[in-house]
T-cell receptor, first 110, second 113 residues
Framework: GIQVEQSPPDLILQEGANSTLRCNFS?????LQWFHQNPWGQLINLFY???GTKQNGRLSATTVATERYSLLYISSSQTTDSGVYFC????????????FGKGTTLSVSS | SAVISQKPSRDICQRGTSLTIQCQVD?????MFWYRQQPGQSLTLIAT?????????ESGFVIDKFPISRPNLTFSTLTVSNMSPEDSSIYLC??????????FGQGTRLTVV
């Protein structure tokens, strides 16, 4: 099956710093999403981005489907950005579902 | 976006017992899924809940341990049977259309003692 690799696994930042999270996937995909899991375990949808670039406030994402990777940019990080960021992909094969990477754990300190 | 209500939000259960988790969506959805997230780990797909027929299970998950129902397009249940401490996890319901954005319920945090 498809492999989804996220890097780095852990990231520690000072408040106000910028960061880039990466997601590589091993096969072509129909869908790619970025999620933020807060400390209470809730998954928050950040981006639905099978290709191209999107921005939402301090966050933006770019997916280059032909090269099988996606990037999540966080600018001017805040302590509330802390948590785990997951990349998940949905392949072209029938009968499949979102497959998750192992996540990047982000800690932002003040 | 779909609004997903998952119940219970958390529970502490005795080993050997079973717990049924409910997932209710505010609109008809094509696809419903159940995921497990073990402590400190990523999400793993348990099964696809099929409306009116048996669920499709992923490798490593079996119907006897995780029976799933989906009587209509807005509701599904997952039962965790004969629980052991290793079943302590967050269980999440997810919904999606075909090739559209997927959404998740708030999860059920299960602790087995």
């Amino acid at each position: 099956g498809i492999q989804v690799e996220q890097s780095p696994p852990d990231l520690i930042l000072q408040e106000g710093a910028n960061s880039t999270l990466r997601c590589n996937f091993s096969d072509s995909v129909n869908n790619l999403q970025w999620f933020h899991q807060n400390p209470w375990g809730q998954l928050i949808n950040l981006f639905y981005i099978p290709s191209g670039t999107k921005q939402n406030g301090r966050l933006s994402a770019t997916t280059v489907a032909t090269e099988r990777y996606s990037l999540l940019y966080i600018s001017s990080s805040q302590t509330t950005d802390s948590g785990v960021y997951f990349c998940a992909v949905w392949t072209n094969q029938a009968g499949t579902a979102l497959i998750f990477g192992k996540g990047t754990t982000l800690s932002v300190s003040s | 976006s779909a609004v997903i209500s998952q119940k219970p939000s958390r529970d502490i259960c005795q080993r050997g017992t079973s717990l049924t988790i409910q997932c209710q969506v505010d609109s008809q959805v094509t696809m419903m899924f159940w995921y497990r997230q073990q402590p400190g780990q990523s999400l793993t797909l348990i099964a696809t809940a099929n409306q009116g027929s048996e669920a499709t299970y992923e490798s490593g998950f079996v119907i006897d341990k995780f029976p799933i129902s989906r009587p209509n397009l807005t509701f599904s249940t997952l039962t965790v049977s004969n629980m052991s401490p290793e079943d302590s996890s967050i269980y999440l319901c997810s919904v999606a259309g075909r090739v559209t954005e997927a959404f998740f319920g708030q999860g059920t945090r299960l602790t087995v003692v």
